[in-house]
Protein backbone atom coordinates (compact mmCIF):
# COMPACT_ATOMS: atom_id res chain seq x y z
CA UNK A 1 0.00 0.00 0.00
CA UNK A 2 0.94 3.39 -0.56
CA UNK A 3 1.80 6.38 2.39
CA UNK A 4 1.67 9.21 0.23
CA UNK A 5 4.20 12.11 2.50
CA UNK A 6 2.51 15.70 2.27
CA UNK A 7 5.43 18.34 3.76
CA UNK A 8 7.12 15.41 5.23
CA UNK A 9 10.69 14.57 4.56
CA UNK A 10 11.02 12.02 7.14
CA UNK A 11 9.84 8.76 4.66
CA UNK A 12 11.73 6.46 6.36
CA UNK A 13 9.97 6.72 9.91
CA UNK A 14 6.65 6.83 8.12
CA UNK A 15 7.66 3.33 6.40
CA UNK A 16 9.44 1.85 9.53
CA UNK A 17 6.58 2.25 11.97
CA UNK A 18 4.05 1.09 8.95
CA UNK A 19 6.18 -1.70 8.60
CA UNK A 20 6.21 -2.44 12.37
CA UNK A 21 2.76 -2.34 12.34
CA UNK A 22 1.47 -3.80 9.50
CA UNK A 23 3.38 -5.42 7.49
CA UNK A 24 1.31 -8.06 5.68
CA UNK A 25 -0.06 -4.75 3.49
CA UNK A 26 3.70 -4.10 2.38
CA UNK A 27 3.57 -0.40 3.24
CA UNK A 28 5.70 1.74 0.90
CA UNK A 29 6.50 5.70 1.66
CA UNK A 30 6.28 7.59 -1.66
CA UNK A 31 8.61 10.61 -1.34
CA UNK A 32 7.19 12.20 -4.78
CA UNK A 33 3.69 12.00 -3.40
CA UNK A 34 1.19 13.07 -6.60
CA UNK A 35 -1.32 15.77 -6.47
CA UNK A 36 -4.29 15.17 -5.57
CA UNK A 37 -3.46 11.43 -4.20
CA UNK A 38 -5.07 8.58 -5.28
CA UNK A 39 -7.53 7.76 -2.98
CA UNK A 40 -8.27 4.30 -4.10
CA UNK A 41 -8.07 1.18 -2.08
CA UNK A 42 -5.46 1.20 1.24
CA UNK A 43 -3.29 4.24 1.45
CA UNK A 44 -2.13 6.63 4.03
CA UNK A 45 -1.31 10.13 3.95
CA UNK A 46 1.37 11.37 6.73
CA UNK A 47 1.60 15.48 6.84
CA UNK A 48 3.68 17.62 8.74
CA UNK A 49 4.12 20.83 9.30
CA UNK A 50 6.13 23.36 11.90
CA UNK A 51 4.19 25.61 14.08
CA UNK A 52 6.50 28.66 16.05
CA UNK A 53 6.37 26.15 19.37
CA UNK A 54 7.17 22.95 17.52
CA UNK A 55 5.63 20.72 15.02
CA UNK A 56 2.24 18.78 14.12
CA UNK A 57 1.65 15.63 12.40
CA UNK A 58 -0.93 14.38 10.80
CA UNK A 59 -1.68 10.68 9.56
CA UNK A 60 -4.75 10.10 7.17
CA UNK A 61 -5.06 6.17 7.20
CA UNK A 62 -8.05 4.45 5.03
CA UNK A 63 -8.03 0.54 5.41
CA UNK A 64 -10.22 -1.67 3.96
CA UNK A 65 -12.54 1.20 3.15
CA UNK A 66 -12.50 2.75 6.80
CA UNK A 67 -10.85 6.03 6.92
CA UNK A 68 -9.12 7.79 10.35
CA UNK A 69 -7.17 11.28 10.98
CA UNK A 70 -4.77 11.33 14.05
CA UNK A 71 -2.94 14.03 15.32
CA UNK A 72 -0.11 15.05 17.29
CA UNK A 73 1.50 18.42 18.14
CA UNK A 74 4.76 18.20 19.70
CA UNK A 75 6.64 21.44 21.50
CA UNK A 76 10.18 21.54 21.81
CA UNK A 77 11.24 21.45 25.42
CA UNK A 78 8.23 18.86 26.33
CA UNK A 79 10.31 16.16 26.26
CA UNK A 80 13.95 15.42 27.85
CA UNK A 81 15.22 13.47 24.60
CA UNK A 82 13.68 15.36 21.99
CA UNK A 83 15.58 18.80 22.10
CA UNK A 84 16.53 19.01 18.58
CA UNK A 85 13.90 19.56 15.79
CA UNK A 86 14.02 17.04 14.00
CA UNK A 87 14.13 14.46 16.58
CA UNK A 88 10.75 16.18 18.09
CA UNK A 89 9.20 15.74 14.42
CA UNK A 90 10.20 12.33 13.70
CA UNK A 91 8.92 11.43 16.94
CA UNK A 92 5.57 13.43 16.11
CA UNK A 93 5.34 11.55 12.90
CA UNK A 94 6.00 8.41 14.29
CA UNK A 95 2.87 9.17 17.06
CA UNK A 96 0.64 9.92 14.49
CA UNK A 97 0.95 6.45 11.88
CA UNK A 98 0.37 4.52 15.36
CA UNK A 99 -2.43 6.16 16.51
CA UNK A 100 -4.03 6.30 13.49
CA UNK A 101 -3.37 2.81 13.28
CA UNK A 102 -4.61 1.79 16.53
CA UNK A 103 -7.99 4.59 16.35
CA UNK A 104 -8.82 2.47 13.18
CA UNK A 105 -8.18 -1.14 14.06
CA UNK A 106 -8.98 -0.80 17.92
CA UNK A 107 -4.99 -3.03 17.98
CA UNK A 108 -2.52 -1.55 20.95
CA UNK A 109 0.63 -3.37 19.66
CA UNK A 110 2.97 -4.44 22.10
CA UNK A 111 5.79 -2.30 21.52
CA UNK A 112 3.57 0.91 20.62
CA UNK A 113 4.84 3.09 18.02
CA UNK A 114 8.51 1.75 18.21
CA UNK A 115 9.78 0.10 15.10
CA UNK A 116 13.84 -0.33 15.67
CA UNK A 117 14.83 -3.83 16.67
CA UNK A 118 17.06 -2.38 20.06
CA UNK A 119 14.06 -0.78 22.13
CA UNK A 120 16.87 -0.67 24.98
CA UNK A 121 18.69 1.98 22.78
CA UNK A 122 16.23 4.06 23.56
CA UNK A 123 14.99 4.03 26.91
CA UNK A 124 18.86 4.15 27.61
CA UNK A 125 18.85 7.45 25.58
CA UNK A 126 16.13 8.35 27.93
CA UNK A 127 18.62 7.77 31.03
CA UNK A 128 21.52 9.74 29.56
CA UNK A 129 19.02 12.52 29.30
CA UNK A 130 18.88 12.21 32.99
CA UNK A 131 15.64 10.16 33.57
CA UNK A 132 15.69 7.60 36.34
CA UNK A 133 14.93 3.69 35.20
CA UNK A 134 11.27 4.63 36.35
CA UNK A 135 10.85 7.86 34.21
CA UNK A 136 12.14 6.11 31.43
CA UNK A 137 9.65 3.11 31.62
CA UNK A 138 7.07 5.72 32.33
CA UNK A 139 8.01 8.26 29.10
CA UNK A 140 7.87 4.94 26.56
CA UNK A 141 4.68 3.90 28.09
CA UNK A 142 2.89 7.08 27.51
CA UNK A 143 5.34 8.72 24.95
CA UNK A 144 5.55 6.25 22.83
CA UNK A 145 2.66 3.64 23.78
CA UNK A 146 4.77 0.95 24.81
CA UNK A 147 2.92 -1.91 26.80
CA UNK A 148 4.04 -1.98 30.68
CA UNK A 149 5.74 -5.52 30.64
CA UNK A 150 7.52 -4.79 26.98
CA UNK A 151 8.28 -1.39 28.64
CA UNK A 152 9.88 -3.04 32.05
CA UNK A 153 11.95 -5.62 29.24
CA UNK A 154 13.76 -2.20 27.68
CA UNK A 155 14.59 -0.37 30.48
CA UNK A 156 15.74 -3.80 32.59
CA UNK A 157 17.99 -4.35 29.25
CA UNK A 158 19.34 -0.33 29.16
CA UNK A 159 20.27 -0.62 32.91
CA UNK A 160 22.32 -3.61 32.04
CA UNK A 161 24.26 -1.87 29.01
CA UNK A 162 24.20 1.54 31.05
CA UNK A 163 26.06 -0.68 33.49
CA UNK A 164 28.34 -2.48 31.60
CA UNK A 165 29.48 0.57 29.53
CA UNK A 166 30.63 2.32 32.54
CA UNK A 167 33.69 -0.67 33.11
CA UNK A 168 34.84 -0.02 29.41
CA UNK A 169 38.04 1.47 27.95
CA UNK A 170 37.71 3.60 25.02
CA UNK A 171 40.07 1.12 23.16
CA UNK A 172 37.80 -2.17 23.97
CA UNK A 173 36.44 -3.93 21.54
CA UNK A 174 34.95 -6.98 20.49
CA UNK A 175 35.57 -10.37 18.70
CA UNK A 176 33.08 -12.38 16.23
CA UNK A 177 34.44 -15.65 14.46
CA UNK A 178 31.91 -17.39 12.42
CA UNK A 179 31.85 -21.03 11.51
CA UNK A 180 29.57 -21.81 8.38
CA UNK A 181 28.62 -25.16 9.02
CA UNK A 182 26.52 -27.77 10.28
CA UNK A 183 26.27 -31.06 10.69
CA UNK A 184 22.76 -31.17 9.13
CA UNK A 185 20.21 -28.34 8.09
CA UNK A 186 17.26 -27.68 10.30
CA UNK A 187 14.38 -26.86 8.42
CA UNK A 188 13.44 -23.39 9.79
CA UNK A 189 17.29 -22.44 8.74
CA UNK A 190 17.66 -19.08 7.64
CA UNK A 191 21.58 -18.65 8.59
CA UNK A 192 23.90 -18.64 5.26
CA UNK A 193 25.32 -22.09 7.05
CA UNK A 194 26.35 -25.04 4.69
CA UNK A 195 26.58 -28.93 5.76
CA UNK A 196 29.50 -30.30 4.78
CA UNK A 197 30.11 -34.24 5.13
CA UNK A 198 32.83 -33.96 7.72
CA UNK A 199 35.35 -31.59 9.45
CA UNK A 200 37.75 -32.43 7.29
CA UNK A 201 36.08 -32.01 3.85
CA UNK A 202 38.06 -29.84 1.57
CA UNK A 203 35.74 -26.80 1.61
CA UNK A 204 35.97 -26.91 5.85
CA UNK A 205 39.57 -26.76 5.48
CA UNK A 206 40.04 -24.08 2.85
CA UNK A 207 37.56 -22.07 4.98
CA UNK A 208 40.11 -22.66 7.89
CA UNK A 209 42.77 -21.46 6.13
CA UNK A 210 41.09 -18.62 4.95
CA UNK A 211 39.58 -17.72 8.63
CA UNK A 212 43.22 -17.99 9.58
CA UNK A 213 44.99 -15.49 7.96
CA UNK A 214 41.94 -13.03 8.49
CA UNK A 215 42.35 -13.33 12.03
CA UNK A 216 46.02 -13.00 11.82
CA UNK A 217 45.31 -9.62 9.90
CA UNK A 218 42.78 -8.35 11.53
CA UNK A 219 44.99 -8.85 14.59
CA UNK A 220 47.76 -7.15 13.47
CA UNK A 221 45.24 -3.96 12.48
CA UNK A 222 43.76 -4.07 16.27
CA UNK A 223 47.18 -4.16 17.71
CA UNK A 224 48.72 -0.82 15.76
CA UNK A 225 45.14 0.30 17.28
CA UNK A 226 46.06 -0.91 21.00
CA UNK A 227 42.81 -2.50 20.69
CA UNK A 228 41.83 -4.51 23.92
CA UNK A 229 39.63 -7.35 23.32
CA UNK A 230 37.00 -8.34 26.07
CA UNK A 231 34.90 -10.58 25.04
CA UNK A 232 34.78 -13.24 22.15
CA UNK A 233 32.40 -15.41 20.51
CA UNK A 234 32.84 -18.25 18.09
CA UNK A 235 29.68 -18.28 16.63
CA UNK A 236 27.97 -20.30 13.62
CA UNK A 237 26.33 -22.39 12.25
CA UNK A 238 27.98 -25.02 14.51
CA UNK A 239 31.39 -24.24 15.74
CA UNK A 240 31.60 -27.54 17.40
CA UNK A 241 31.32 -29.16 14.03
CA UNK A 242 35.09 -29.14 13.62
CA UNK A 243 37.20 -31.69 14.67
CA UNK A 244 38.76 -30.72 18.57
CA UNK A 245 42.22 -30.25 16.89
CA UNK A 246 40.44 -27.62 14.36
CA UNK A 247 39.06 -26.20 17.42
CA UNK A 248 42.35 -26.10 19.44
CA UNK A 249 44.17 -24.54 16.79
CA UNK A 250 41.67 -21.66 15.85
CA UNK A 251 41.66 -20.94 19.32
CA UNK A 252 45.42 -20.42 20.06
CA UNK A 253 45.22 -18.43 16.56
CA UNK A 254 42.77 -16.17 18.38
CA UNK A 255 44.59 -16.05 21.67
CA UNK A 256 48.24 -15.30 19.57
CA UNK A 257 46.71 -12.66 17.09
CA UNK A 258 44.91 -10.64 19.81
CA UNK A 259 45.37 -8.96 22.87
CA UNK A 260 42.27 -10.36 25.33
CA UNK A 261 41.87 -8.50 28.57
CA UNK A 262 42.36 -10.05 31.69
CA UNK A 263 39.31 -12.21 32.33
CA UNK A 264 37.65 -11.69 28.70
CA UNK A 265 35.16 -13.23 28.10
CA UNK A 266 34.95 -16.43 25.64
CA UNK A 267 32.27 -17.94 24.26
CA UNK A 268 32.04 -21.03 21.97
CA UNK A 269 29.00 -21.65 20.36
CA UNK A 270 28.35 -25.30 20.37
CA UNK A 271 24.75 -25.19 18.99
CA UNK A 272 23.55 -28.81 18.46
CA UNK A 273 23.93 -30.87 21.24
CA UNK A 274 24.75 -33.97 19.06
CA UNK A 275 28.04 -32.27 17.97
CA UNK A 276 29.68 -32.38 21.70
CA UNK A 277 32.46 -35.12 21.63
CA UNK A 278 34.62 -35.37 25.30
CA UNK A 279 37.64 -34.43 23.19
CA UNK A 280 36.11 -31.04 21.70
CA UNK A 281 35.23 -30.24 25.23
CA UNK A 282 38.10 -30.98 26.53
CA UNK A 283 39.91 -28.50 23.61
CA UNK A 284 37.57 -25.84 24.05
CA UNK A 285 37.82 -25.76 27.80
CA UNK A 286 41.63 -25.73 27.31
CA UNK A 287 41.51 -23.32 24.02
CA UNK A 288 40.19 -21.14 27.68
CA UNK A 289 36.23 -20.64 26.73
CA UNK A 290 34.58 -19.22 29.84
CA UNK A 291 31.15 -19.77 28.00
CA UNK A 292 29.35 -22.84 26.07
CA UNK A 293 26.21 -22.75 24.34
CA UNK A 294 23.73 -25.90 24.13
CA UNK A 295 20.95 -24.87 22.11
CA UNK A 296 17.84 -27.87 23.25
CA UNK A 297 15.38 -25.20 20.83
CA UNK A 298 12.59 -27.83 22.27
CA UNK A 299 12.73 -30.69 24.99
CA UNK A 300 9.92 -32.23 22.72
CA UNK A 301 11.31 -35.13 20.57
CA UNK A 302 8.21 -34.88 18.25
CA UNK A 303 9.47 -30.90 17.74
CA UNK A 304 13.19 -31.71 16.95
CA UNK A 305 11.98 -33.92 14.38
CA UNK A 306 9.71 -31.66 12.99
CA UNK A 307 12.55 -28.89 12.15
CA UNK A 308 14.79 -31.70 11.35
CA UNK A 309 17.17 -31.30 14.39
CA UNK A 310 18.96 -34.34 14.31
CA UNK A 311 19.46 -34.70 17.95
CA UNK A 312 16.98 -35.90 20.76
CA UNK A 313 16.12 -34.16 24.35
CA UNK A 314 18.00 -37.02 26.11
CA UNK A 315 21.56 -35.76 24.11
CA UNK A 316 20.96 -31.84 25.32
CA UNK A 317 20.94 -33.23 28.81
CA UNK A 318 24.20 -35.33 28.42
CA UNK A 319 25.58 -32.23 26.61
CA UNK A 320 24.97 -30.17 29.68
CA UNK A 321 26.21 -32.79 31.99
CA UNK A 322 29.42 -32.79 29.79
CA UNK A 323 30.06 -29.43 30.18
CA UNK A 324 29.14 -29.23 33.65
CA UNK A 325 31.96 -32.32 34.15
CA UNK A 326 34.80 -30.55 32.44
CA UNK A 327 34.21 -27.76 34.78
CA UNK A 328 34.83 -24.00 34.54
CA UNK A 329 32.54 -22.96 31.58
CA UNK A 330 29.60 -21.01 32.34
CA UNK A 331 26.40 -22.42 29.82
CA UNK A 332 23.93 -20.44 27.77
CA UNK A 333 21.08 -22.10 26.41
CA UNK A 334 18.58 -21.64 23.65
CA UNK A 335 14.60 -22.25 23.49
CA UNK A 336 12.38 -21.56 20.34
CA UNK A 337 8.81 -20.52 21.10
CA UNK A 338 6.28 -20.95 18.28
CA UNK A 339 7.83 -24.44 16.72
CA UNK A 340 5.44 -26.33 14.36
CA UNK A 341 3.54 -28.77 16.42
CA UNK A 342 4.37 -27.28 19.72
CA UNK A 343 1.48 -26.21 22.62
CA UNK A 344 1.76 -24.03 25.26
CA UNK A 345 1.95 -26.78 27.59
CA UNK A 346 4.78 -28.37 25.82
CA UNK A 347 6.61 -25.07 25.70
CA UNK A 348 6.75 -24.20 29.41
CA UNK A 349 7.59 -27.74 29.67
CA UNK A 350 10.25 -27.29 27.65
CA UNK A 351 11.00 -24.24 29.70
CA UNK A 352 10.83 -26.28 33.01
CA UNK A 353 13.45 -28.72 31.80
CA UNK A 354 15.81 -25.69 31.05
CA UNK A 355 15.50 -24.68 34.38
CA UNK A 356 15.78 -27.99 36.19
CA UNK A 357 19.42 -27.97 34.47
CA UNK A 358 20.02 -25.02 35.42
CA UNK A 359 22.16 -23.00 32.85
CA UNK A 360 23.73 -19.56 33.52
CA UNK A 361 21.75 -17.75 30.83
CA UNK A 362 18.53 -18.74 28.88
CA UNK A 363 17.82 -16.94 25.48
CA UNK A 364 13.84 -17.56 24.73
CA UNK A 365 13.78 -16.44 20.82
CA UNK A 366 10.89 -16.45 18.64
CA UNK A 367 10.91 -18.84 15.51
CA UNK A 368 11.06 -16.18 12.76
CA UNK A 369 10.47 -17.73 9.40
CA UNK A 370 11.11 -15.99 5.92
CA UNK A 371 7.65 -14.79 4.50
CA UNK A 372 7.62 -17.49 1.37
CA UNK A 373 9.54 -19.91 2.31
CA UNK A 374 8.09 -23.22 1.94
CA UNK A 375 8.95 -23.96 5.44
CA UNK A 376 6.67 -21.01 6.33
CA UNK A 377 3.80 -22.42 3.96
CA UNK A 378 3.76 -26.14 5.68
CA UNK A 379 3.55 -24.68 8.92
CA UNK A 380 1.53 -21.29 8.66
CA UNK A 381 -1.20 -23.36 11.01
CA UNK A 382 0.92 -23.52 14.19
CA UNK A 383 2.03 -20.14 13.82
CA UNK A 384 -0.45 -18.45 15.86
CA UNK A 385 0.71 -14.87 17.27
CA UNK A 386 -1.47 -15.46 20.28
CA UNK A 387 -0.19 -19.07 20.76
CA UNK A 388 3.36 -17.49 20.37
CA UNK A 389 2.77 -14.63 22.87
CA UNK A 390 1.27 -16.88 25.72
CA UNK A 391 4.40 -18.82 25.12
CA UNK A 392 6.33 -16.20 25.78
CA UNK A 393 4.88 -15.07 28.60
CA UNK A 394 5.05 -18.22 30.32
CA UNK A 395 8.68 -18.23 29.57
CA UNK A 396 8.95 -14.69 31.04
CA UNK A 397 7.25 -15.77 34.49
CA UNK A 398 9.03 -19.04 34.84
CA UNK A 399 11.96 -17.28 34.48
CA UNK A 400 11.25 -14.79 36.74
CA UNK A 401 10.11 -16.92 39.78
CA UNK A 402 13.32 -18.96 39.02
CA UNK A 403 15.71 -16.18 39.51
CA UNK A 404 16.94 -14.85 36.02
CA UNK A 405 16.74 -11.32 35.15
CA UNK A 406 16.08 -10.17 31.24
CA UNK A 407 19.57 -8.16 30.38
CA UNK A 408 19.42 -8.24 26.39
CA UNK A 409 16.51 -7.99 23.84
CA UNK A 410 15.87 -7.54 20.26
CA UNK A 411 13.21 -7.13 18.33
CA UNK A 412 12.45 -9.33 14.99
CA UNK A 413 11.48 -6.62 12.12
CA UNK A 414 8.03 -6.91 10.52
CA UNK A 415 6.88 -9.95 11.86
CA UNK A 416 3.52 -10.33 12.55
CA UNK A 417 2.69 -9.84 16.44
CA UNK A 418 5.82 -7.89 17.55
CA UNK A 419 7.85 -10.24 19.30
CA UNK A 420 11.72 -10.00 20.72
CA UNK A 421 14.01 -11.99 21.30
CA UNK A 422 15.08 -11.95 25.40
CA UNK A 423 18.12 -13.17 27.05
CA UNK A 424 17.94 -14.23 30.65
CA UNK A 425 20.93 -14.50 33.32
CA UNK A 426 21.27 -15.57 37.11
CA UNK A 427 22.25 -12.42 38.79
CA UNK A 428 25.96 -11.63 37.87
CA UNK A 429 25.85 -14.09 34.66
CA UNK A 430 25.03 -12.17 31.75
CA UNK A 431 27.08 -12.80 28.41
CA UNK A 432 28.57 -9.52 27.80
CA UNK A 433 28.98 -10.03 24.46
CA UNK A 434 25.18 -10.14 23.62
CA UNK A 435 25.08 -6.69 25.11
CA UNK A 436 28.20 -5.13 23.84
CA UNK A 437 26.94 -6.67 20.27
CA UNK A 438 23.19 -5.74 20.80
CA UNK A 439 23.17 -2.22 22.64
CA UNK A 440 26.78 -1.46 20.26
CA UNK A 441 28.52 -0.54 23.39
CA UNK A 442 31.64 -1.86 21.41
CA UNK A 443 33.36 -1.91 18.06
CA UNK A 444 33.06 -5.84 16.90
CA UNK A 445 35.74 -6.86 14.67
CA UNK A 446 34.02 -10.65 12.82
CA UNK A 447 35.85 -12.09 10.46
CA UNK A 448 34.55 -15.24 8.69
CA UNK A 449 31.79 -15.69 5.69
CA UNK A 450 28.74 -13.16 6.37
CA UNK A 451 30.59 -11.86 9.45
CA UNK A 452 29.76 -7.65 9.41
CA UNK A 453 32.99 -5.72 11.03
CA UNK A 454 31.05 -2.70 13.13
CA UNK A 455 32.99 0.29 13.69
CA UNK A 456 32.78 3.08 15.36
CA UNK A 457 35.92 5.97 15.25
CA UNK A 458 35.01 9.00 14.01
CA UNK A 459 33.08 10.61 16.67
CA UNK A 460 29.70 11.37 15.16
CA UNK A 461 27.99 8.23 16.01
CA UNK A 462 27.90 6.48 12.74
CA UNK A 463 28.63 3.04 12.16
CA UNK A 464 31.39 1.92 9.16
CA UNK A 465 30.19 -1.84 8.59
CA UNK A 466 32.85 -4.17 6.56
CA UNK A 467 30.84 -7.29 5.50
CA UNK A 468 32.27 -10.46 4.19
CA UNK A 469 30.83 -12.64 1.40
CA UNK A 470 28.16 -14.47 2.72
CA UNK A 471 28.69 -18.17 1.45
CA UNK A 472 32.14 -19.98 2.50
CA UNK A 473 33.44 -20.55 -1.15
CA UNK A 474 32.16 -16.76 -1.94
CA UNK A 475 34.26 -16.09 1.57
CA UNK A 476 37.25 -18.20 0.68
CA UNK A 477 37.55 -16.65 -3.09
CA UNK A 478 37.74 -13.21 -2.03
CA UNK A 479 40.14 -13.32 0.84
CA UNK A 480 42.54 -11.24 -1.03
CA UNK A 481 40.67 -8.37 -1.03
CA UNK A 482 38.87 -8.81 2.36
CA UNK A 483 42.85 -8.75 4.16
CA UNK A 484 43.13 -5.65 2.18
CA UNK A 485 40.17 -4.26 4.14
CA UNK A 486 41.38 -5.01 7.53
CA UNK A 487 43.94 -3.18 7.06
CA UNK A 488 42.10 -0.30 7.71
CA UNK A 489 41.34 -1.51 11.18
CA UNK A 490 45.05 0.34 12.22
CA UNK A 491 42.87 3.47 12.52
CA UNK A 492 39.88 1.71 14.42
CA UNK A 493 39.93 4.46 17.27
CA UNK A 494 40.17 7.63 15.61
CA UNK A 495 38.35 7.85 12.89
CA UNK A 496 40.87 6.85 10.46
CA UNK A 497 38.41 3.66 9.25
CA UNK A 498 37.68 4.47 5.91
CA UNK A 499 38.03 1.16 4.15
CA UNK A 500 34.26 0.40 4.67
CA UNK A 501 31.27 -0.58 2.41
CA UNK A 502 28.18 1.27 3.39
CA UNK A 503 27.24 4.24 6.32
CA UNK A 504 24.85 2.56 8.58
CA UNK A 505 21.93 4.46 9.78
CA UNK A 506 22.72 6.41 13.16
CA UNK A 507 20.23 3.29 14.94
CA UNK A 508 20.51 5.76 17.87
CA UNK A 509 18.12 7.48 15.56
CA UNK A 510 15.84 4.74 14.86
CA UNK A 511 13.24 3.60 17.21
S1 LIG B 1 22.14 -25.27 13.84
FE1 LIG B 1 21.57 -23.15 13.39
S2 LIG B 1 22.85 -22.54 11.65
FE2 LIG B 1 22.89 -24.80 11.76
S3 LIG B 1 21.27 -25.48 10.38
FE3 LIG B 1 20.36 -25.33 12.43
S4 LIG B 1 19.48 -23.24 12.54
FE4 LIG B 1 20.89 -23.31 10.77
Not at 13 to 33: I, M, S, Y
Not at 419 to 441: D, P, Q, S
Amino acid sequence: MKIYLDGNPFAYDVEQTALALFPGRGPRAAADAPRPFDRTGDYGISRLTYTKRGVTAAFTLCLDGQTVTEICRENLGDSAEEREPEALARHAVRRSVYKAYAALTGEKPAWGALSGVRPAKLARRLMQAGMTPEEAEKRLRRGYYVRDDKARLAVSAAVCAETLSRELDPRDAALYVGIPFCPTRCAYCSFISKTAPSADAEAVVAYLDALRRELAAMGAGAAAAGARIRAVYIGGGTPTFLSAPQLSALMAEIRGDFALAPGCEFTVEAGRPDSLTEDKLRAVAEGGATRVSVNPQSFSNRVLAAIGRSHSAESVYDAFRAVRATGGMEINMDLIAGLPGDTAAGFAQSVSRTLELGPENVTVHTLALKKGSSFAERHQAQLSPQLIADMLSTAHRMLSEAGYAPYYLYRQKYSGGSFENVGWAKEEKICRYNVYMMEELLPVLAAGAGAVTKLSGDGTGRIERLTNPKYPADYCAAIGEILKKKTGLAGLFDGRTKSGETIERNENDEI
